[in-house]
């Protein structure tokens, strides 16, 4: 493998791939936290250069955390359908990329190629894309999941109501969700944060989501986003849930401070398959975000990117019904900036899309990063047109409870007029018989969240 | 007094009143086509004609949450947006406070540093904020109770107006709360500039059998002013997150910090009775 470049006369030396792969990274605080950044504008796009010509066997036969070492790494490579790997395995990881944008590549190539790659050429192809590069080969792929209902239809954007309150009051928890039924908003999932992380609390707010939803007769599912191991205990006792969720590391140790590990993920399987109230097939909540390894100590010294992705890696065993970037959660000291946040988001997108992932994003920042409203308007429109399959809608933007913001109820109805998108095809029609939604359109009682009384 | 005395007075008194009452009014006639005054219900905004028009504030009596906004359009209506905006502009403003020296001679804390240096490097560079100075590890050293079953500890965190907001309230509370469960405590005392594994590094220093440690938590809109009570059993270097059990959203909008305070003695029994804390431990 080539690791030396010499680019109008001067030479740029690496030590391996894991130091390319991480100093070809658009800037990042969390890459500079680590210590592993590009020491300049022009080191940074030397590495790009490297990274470009290197083929996707040098990626495979160099990994960047042995798969003897990690049980993530042994998922992915797991995964790997050898037949498809050898086809494509000389391909530079220029060519990929120029393969993903070419006109006569859709959909299907692109679902056929993926079995072939790993997480880290997926991440490492991302990394030689522009902005505009990961929305256009990102609007490219669709990846369509079913639960209680289907999502990720082309033209479709759903979003989760996220009606979180700060002390979980049922019926604080239950107005905001008459808010976000009223714009429009929770085919993806009526989704609840809870503060209390104990079994009997998660029950309570499982059973009431779970009312609700058969008394309105709402195609949608429910999820309360405890820990796992929560989840798993208030099922057992009699908790009503469509979807379990859980937080993933790109990595055996970040998971373990997770408290998870892929046993404990199979065991947590088995169960929602088993006791799950959902249709079905897919019964998963993944949510990630850049930077959660490094901020456990779990990084390895790899780049908070190819970390991400290799989340995704974990997460297809499992077949979610949606898959969540968290993008802006993390604070500043892993995205610095508005600028680094919409980065962030366009990349977790399109990697986790070329996973074959049914991905959204929560559109989000807090207070003490560089970043205000206008840039989570900005970041939304451009996921809109990458085609995200679904978005995270807050009442006015202000979670409450996690006390960060997000996109309100308005904005996702502002998108589909905007970009003429629909709700999921089920809840649209909901919604149509609701009298809130006519042809696609808000009609003049919506907003109104005292229909659901 | 006659009839007409009296008749005279109260004309008096009452030209005097109306005198006094006008001039009332045009101050206050002045004072309005000058400046705009915003108190809490002059953001409020209304839907129209809702389905149940006494719903709506049945609604917004449960939640901070900020619903029942309505829209023009799609779109949220302008007094919405800017008091959003205002809100954001506070919680931007309280990142950068400080605790002020007279509430933490109120409970006896001493103050120790991280190594954060200043706001921006505490920021970027959470991993300063976990480990404390040599000079602050010697204070501890010199001033606290070694291997007591519960040490407190405060911290500014990402909002300083936390702990103002709520330590008057939480710290008695946990105070009563280790006695009701039987505890004892070591040496309290406050640390500038703290993230909450900073706790491992304390657990090295002093090895508590628990450790609680009171944190600002990043702002919010709704709340700039909330806490969380990280708890862990025997803190050391290497603990993982998953270990830990928080009380997060502690202000009086959330969990409030009397109740926090009273709860957190109940945690810690727990967790030195199951000799675990985190998702190991059972509530």
């Known amino acids: 493998m080539k690791t030396t470049i010499t680019l109008m006369g001067k030479t ?150 996220q009606p979180n309150h700060p002390n979980d009051n049922l019926q604080g928890i239950k107005a905001a969700i008459f808010e976000a039924l009223s714009y429009g908003v929770g085919d993806a999932v009526i989704g609840i944060n809870p503060v209390i992380d104990t079994a009997d609390s998660v029950k309570a707010i499982l059973n009431m989501t779970k009312e609700l939803i058969e008394k309105w007769n709402i195609p ?45 993920l199979d065991e947590a399987n088995e169960l929602i398959l088993k006791e799950g109230t959902a249709a079905g097939p897919n019964v998963w909540y993944f949510e990630t975000g850049q930077g959660s390894e490094l901020s456990a100590d779990a990084h390895h010294g790899i780049d908070q990117l190819t970390l991400e992705a290799r989340c995704y890696g974990l997460a297809k065993r499992y077949k979610p019904f949606i898959v969540n970037t968290v993008v802006g959660f993390i604070g500043p000291e892993y995205l610095y900036n508005s600028k680094q946040v919409i980065r962030a988001g366009l990349e977790d997108h399109f990697m986790g899309k070329l996973h074959g992932l049914p991905m959204g994003v ?52 502002t998108l589909r007029e905007l970009l003429h998108m629909r709700p999921a095809p089920e809840f649209e029609r909901w919604l149509e018989k609701m009298g809130i939604m006519e042809n696609g359109r808000l009609t003049s009682i919506a907003g109104d969240p005292t229909l659901f009384l | 007094m006659n009839q007409a005395d009296i008749q005279q007075i109260v004309e008096k008194v009452m030209m005097e009143l109306q005198t006094r009452i006008s001039q009332q009014s045009e101050d206050k006639i002045d004072k309005d086509e000058k400046s705009f005054h915003y108190t809490a219900v002059d953001w409020l905004t209304h839907v129209p004609n809702p389905k149940f028009p006494e719903g709506i504030d049945e609604l917004r009596k449960v939640t901070p949450a900020r619903i029942g906004v309505w829209r023009t359009g799609t779109r949220p209506l302008t007094k919405t947006i800017l008091k959003l905006q205002l809100d954001h502009a506070a919680a931007v403003d309280a990142v950068s406070g400080e605790v002020l ?47 007591p079953q519960v040490q407190i500890v405060v911290s500014d965190g990402l909002s300083a107006s936390a702990i103002e907001a709520n330590l008057r309230d939480i710290y008695p509370a946990l105070l009563d709360s280790l006695e009701v469960n039987g505890l004892t405590q070591g040496t309290p005392f406050f640390v500038k500039g703290g993230r909450v594994a900073c706790m491992d590094h304390i657990g090295e220093i002093l090895q508590p059998e628990v450790l609680v440690l009171l944190i600002g938590e990043r702002p919010g809109l709704v709340s700039a002013n909330s806490m969380s009570a990280y708890m862990c059993y025997r803190p050391r270097k290497g603990t993982v997150e998953s270990e830990r059990t928080v009380i997060s959203n502690i202000h009086s909008g959330g969990t409030h910090p009397v109740e926090a305070g009273a709860y957190i003695g109940t945690v810690l029994r727990k967790m030195i009775d199951q000799k675990a804390s985190g998702v190991r431990l059972e509530l």
């Open chain 1, 362 to 413: 929560d559109v989000c920042y807090t207070n003490h990063m560089k970043a205000d409203q206008n840039d989570m308007e900005n970041l939304a429109v451009l996921l809109a047109a990458a085609g995200v399959n679904f978005l995270i809608g807050v009442a006015m933007a202000d979670d409450c409870m996690l006390n960060y913001q997000s996109l309100s109820f308005h904005d996702i109805a």
């Open chain 2, 101 to 147: 020296d007279s509430l933490l001679k109120e409970f006896n804390l001493f103050t120790v540093e991280t190594c954060y240096e200043n706001k921006e490097v505490y920021l970027k560079r959470p991993d300063k904020g976990r480990v404390l100075t040599e000079e602050a590890v010697k204070t501890i050293q010199e001033r606290c109770v070694k291997k």
């Open chain 1, 220 to 264: 949608t599912q429910n999820c309360v986003l405890a820990h796992v191991t929560t989840q798993m205990r208030a099922i057992k006792q009699g908790g009503a849930a469509d979807l379990l969720f859980q937080s993933l590391a790109g990595t055996e140790l970040g998971n373990k401070a997770f408290g998870i590990s892929v046993e404990l």
């Open chain 1, 12 to 161: 740029y030396q690496f030590k391996s791939l894991k130091e390319i792969m991480a100093k070809a990274n658009e800037e990042k605080s969390g890459d500079q936290l680590a210590g592993i950044h590009a020491q300049d504008a022009q080191e940074r796009i030397a590495a790009r250069h490297v990274l470009s010509e290197l083929t996707l066997a040098d990626i495979r036969n160099n990994p960047l955390l042995p798969p003897e070492e990690d049980e993530v790494s042994r998922v992915i490579e797991e995964g790997v359908n050898e037949k498809i790997y050898a086809s494509i395995r000389n391909w530079t990881v220029a060519e990929l990329r120029e393969y993903l944008l070419s006109p006569n590549v859709t959909n299907n190539e692109i679902a056929h190629i993926r079995r072939g790659l790993t997480s880290e050429m997926i991440a490492a192809v991302t990394k030689i894309m522009t902005n505009l590069d990961l929305i256009q080969a990102a609007s490219k792929i669709t990846v369509e999941t079913r639960c209680n209902t289907t999502i990720g239809q082309k033209g479709r954007l759903a979003g989760r109501a």
